[in-house]
């Protein structure tokens, strides 16, 4: 069974910082773009970062570039996507979801992904 599982959000204050984690199982992503996508309540899910297979490009919303940073360590037969997310804003607050892409490269649309995992809840207070 082919699984993402995130992990790392909680609650914290604005100007805080959190790490989220995406450890991938039942597959190997080694050869896939992964990426973390947020939704808000009420709002529509939307990009936040993505990663090439090998991890020397990566992609970021405005909303989040300069302040989180996405990595991955791709392991032998497993991958960890990371998300490092730093001077986080009220704003910031939502389920975070990691992503497993279709292709190599990195890709800012839900649907170049086809793996989704469950999500993490990332709640900042102001």
């Known amino acids: 069974q082919v699984q993402l599982v995130e992990s790392g959000g909680g609650l914290v204050q604005a100007g805080g910082s959190l790490r989220l984690s995406c450890a991938a199982s039942g597959r190997t992503f080694n050869n896939n773009g992964m990426g973390w996508f947020r939704q808000a309540p009420g709002k529509e899910r939307e990009f936040v970062a993505s990663?090439?297979?090998?991890?020397?490009?990566?992609?970021?919303a405005d909303s989040v570039r300069g302040r989180f940073t996405i990595s991955r360590d791709n392991a032998r037969n497993t991958v960890t996507v990371y998300l490092q997310m730093n001077r986080l804003k009220s704003e910031d607050t939502a389920a975070y979801y990691c992503?497993?892409?279709?292709?190599?490269?990195?890709?800012?649309?839900?649907?170049?992904?086809?793996?989704w995992g469950q999500g993490t809840q990332v709640t900042v207070s102001s």
């Open positions: 992503a497993g892409g279709r292709y190599a490269t990195t890709e800012r649309s839900s649907d170049a992904y086809d793996v």
């Open positions: 990663i090439s297979r090998s991890g020397t490009i990566t992609s970021y």
